[in-house]
């Protein structure tokens, strides 16, 4: 079995200040993992995938096997990136099918 | 075309209704996805096409019915919903179906239910 946890419900920074997003997963094989982003009545999108080793918008994201995380950092964090993030896992699930599970998700409500 | 498109972007039905949600694709995906998401919760997996075969069924209710009639296309039929399937219906694509691949979004269809 496949989980993500997000262990906080909500994160509030000031601008400017950093932050980072917590996730944890559990899975047995060698996962893949992303992290999604919504925005306030916008659709869900891909932020960052762990493979390609990226920094999007300032956010960076290290997987770390040892401690099976996936932690997004941001080192000064501005208003517009108030949103909902989405850590996710992507692996088998049964045969030859692949899922994509969610954890429960972070707001951050970042102030001026 | 790098987008998911989903229509109607909002649908109120009755419980005896049938109603139908699309989605289509034009990135030549052949992975295709229907989500479930509530208010202030993740989305939550129904679904998932490869090849235009069904290969996931998340134990969804029969009354959720899904179609993919060609690659590009994506439905979900509706018959007899209960209040709390209200929910916002998220379609998704991959290019892939193995791990590294991200999913694109589309931007959903908010359903109720009265």
């Known amino acids: 079995a496949q989980r993500v946890t997000q262990p906080e419900k909500l994160l509030s920074v000031f601008k400017g200040a950093p932050v980072e997003l917590k996730c944890n997963y559990s899975?047995?094989?060698?996962?893949?993992l992303f992290w999604y982003v919504q925005y306030s009545r916008q659709r869900l999108q891909l932020l960052l995938r762990h493979i390609s080793r990226e920094s999007i918008k300032g956010f960076t994201a290290d997987l770390n096997k040892g401690e099976t995380s996936f932690h997004l950092k941001k080192p000064f964090a501005q208003e517009e990136d108030s949103a909902m993030y989405y850590c996710?896992?992507?692996?088998?699930?049964?045969?030859?099918?692949?899922?994509?599970?969610f954890g429960k998700g972070t707001l951050l409500t970042v102030n001026p | 075309d790098t987008e998911v498109t989903q229509t109607p972007k909002h649908l109120v039905m009755g419980m005896t209704n049938k109603k139908s949600l699309k989605c289509e694709q034009h990135m030549g995906h052949r992975a295709m996805y229907w989500y479930k998401q509530k208010a202030k919760k993740p989305p939550e997996l129904m679904f998932v096409?490869?090849?235009?075969?069904?290969?996931i069924n998340e134990s969804v209710p029969s009354r959720f019915s899904p179609e993919c009639p060609n690659s590009s296309l994506l439905n979900l039929h509706l018959h007899a919903l209960q209040p709390e399937d209200s929910a916002l219906y998220l379609c998704?694509?991959?290019?892939?179906?193995?791990?590294?691949?991200?999913?694109?979004f589309g931007s959903g269809t908010r359903l109720t239910v009265v």
């Open positions: 996710a896992l992507s692996g088998r699930s049964g045969g030859s099918n692949y899922k994509l599970t």
């Open positions: 899975y047995s094989g060698s996962p893949e």
């Open positions: 096409y490869s090849y235009e075969k069904l290969s």
């Open positions: 998704a694509s991959s290019q892939g179906f193995t791990g590294p691949y991200g999913y694109t």
